[in-house]
């Protein structure tokens, strides 16, 4: 049974740092995973998705990484905002079931 | 022109009724879903359909009961409401079953039971 693991589940930085989310899975038989993001009473967003076979993907300021046999993927966002405050939630996904680890909870201070 | 829209945003209804909650998208996808968030913020799935077929059923009490009309509408019916199953629930659709597309999600039904 896939656990996900996001460390940390609270991060505040102040505006304009790099900063790095981490996740960890135990299943590693996976075929891609998503990075969303979910703003307070919001659905969610997706920002990056890697598959199985790619080591990263890029987005503006964000880059996401995967380690598949390793069981375990980072996003780091650049130069960070204060826009860039919300929950971001690392979803690995076999067999068409993506299963969520609890998120982090990012808030980036003006 | 949202993608995947859910209706309705609130739902307050008391233990014991039946409710339900619709859902469509409009991004010509084949397989859809249904996630709960529950009061800890924890999301997760319940149900998949592809091209109107049920794909993935995690446990979920048989009150509720998804119907899939056709590919672009996946409706969630709950029997004999619980105060359990207070939570968000979420609608998302992707392009199809091991499409590597992103899935797309709706802002949430947020039902709540007295």
């Known amino acids: 049974k896939q656990e996900v693991t996001q460390i940390p589940a609270a991060l505040s930085v102040p505006e304009g740092e790099n900063l790095v989310l981490n996740c960890s899975f135990t299943d590693s038989a996976i075929y891609n995973l998503q990075w969303f993001r979910q703003d307070p009473g919001k659905g969610l967003t997706s920002l990056l998705l890697?598959?199985?076979?790619?080591r990263e993907q890029t987005s503006g300021r964000l880059n996401a990484s995967l380690d598949k046999s390793s069981g375990r993927s980072t996003l780091y966002i650049a130069a960070s905002q204060p826009g860039d405050s919300a929950t971001y939630l690392c979803?690995?996904?076999?067999?068409?079931?993506?299963?969520f680890g609890k998120g982090t909870r990012l808030h980036i201070l003006p | 022109d949202t993608a995947v829209s859910q209706t309705p945003k609130y739902l307050v209804t008391q233990m014991g009724n039946d409710k339900s909650i619709k859902c469509e998208q409009n991004l010509g996808h084949d397989t859809m879903y249904w996630y709960k968030q529950d009061s800890k913020k924890f999301l997760k799935i319940m149900f998949s359909y592809n091209n109107k077929e049920l794909i993935i059923n995690e446990t979920v009490p048989n009150r509720f009961s998804p119907k899939s009309p056709d590919k672009a509408h996946l409706n969630l019916h709950i029997n004999s409401l619980e105060l359990g199953d207070s939570a968000v629930y979420f609608c998302?659709?992707?392009?199809?079953?091991?499409?590597?597309?992103?899935?797309?999600f709706g802002d949430g039904t947020r039902l709540s039971i007295l």
């Open positions: 998302a659709s992707s392009l199809g079953r091991y499409s590597n597309q992103p899935q797309h």
């Open positions: 979803a690995p996904n076999r067999d068409d079931k993506i299963i």
């Open positions: 890697i598959q199985s076979s790619q």
